[in-house]
């Protein structure tokens, strides 16, 4: 199945701090996700992102598909930024779930 | 309003013990899914329905089982065959994959989890 990597594995920045997450995948992609679990374990749906670039506030995410990697950036940092952030493709062929990597686990401090 | 519900929050079983994991959505979603987190890993795919009364295994399906009785919901039992049940289960739905609706193919939504201790 698809390989995912993320870097870096842990994080930590001051309040109003730039930063950037990469997710590198090993095969082609239909559909790729990234996710914040905040502290309770609830996942929240960031981007759906196969391709291209999207924005949302003060976050955004680019995929390059042909080049097999996703960036999530975040721009001025906030507390409630904290938590662990996962981008998880989808191969395609209809049967199977997303694949997660291990994360980036970001701390935001005040 | 929308959305995913898993009960209950906390789960506690003592060992040679099933039990059973409720995952509910009123999204009309086809799909559901059950996945399985460890601490500081990703999330590993336990089984998968596309349909009513149709569900495939995952990546870690040994010592689980489920059922898709009703689109709106599908409950997973741990039986005591699993050997390290311990761990925090999400539950998650789609539209069914090979079907776009706008620009999303296949984009899961998940539960707020379930957290299983073994005692």
């Known amino acids: 199945g698809i390989q995912v990597e993320q870097s870096p594995p842990d994080l930590i920045l001051q309040e109003g701090a730039n930063s950037t997450l990469r997710c590198n995948f090993s095969?082609?992609?239909?559909?790729l996700q990234w996710f914040h679990q905040n502290p309770w374990g609830q996942l929240i749906n960031l981007f759906y992102?196969?391709?291209g670039t999207k924005q949302n506030g003060r976050l955004s995410a680019t995929t390059v598909a042909t080049e097999r990697y996703s960036l999530l950036y975040i721009s001025s940092s906030q507390t409630t930024d904290s938590g662990v952030y996962f981008c998880?493709?989808?191969?395609?062929?209809?049967?199977?779930?997303?694949?997660f990597g291990k994360g980036t686990h970001l701390i935001i401090q005040p | 309003d929308g959305g995913i519900t898993q009960s209950p929050k906390y789960l506690f079983r003592k060992e040679g013990q099933n039990v059973t994991l409720s995952c509910e959505q009123n999204?009309?979603?086809?799909?559901m899914y059950w996945y399985r987190q460890d601490p500081g890993q990703g999330l590993r795919l336990i089984y998968y329905?596309?349909?009513?009364?149709?569900?495939q295994k995952g990546d870690i399906a040994e010592g689980y089982s489920v059922s898709r009785e009703k689109k709106e919901s599908f409950p997973l039992t741990v039986t005591s065959a699993q050997k390290n049940p311990t761990a925090f289960y999400l539950c998650?739905?789609?539209?069914?994959?090979?079907?776009?609706?706008?620009?999303?193919?296949?984009?899961?939504?998940f539960g707020p989890g379930t957290r299983l201790t073994v005692l």
């Open positions: 998650a739905s789609s539209i069914r994959p090979g079907v776009t609706s706008g620009n999303s193919y296949n984009e899961q939504f």
């Open positions: 095969d082609s992609v239909n559909n």
């Open positions: 992102i196969p391709s």
């Open positions: 998880a493709p989808y191969s395609g062929g209809g049967a199977d779930g997303l694949t």
């Open positions: 999204l009309n979603h086809d799909a």
């Open positions: 329905s596309q349909i009513v009364n149709d569900f």
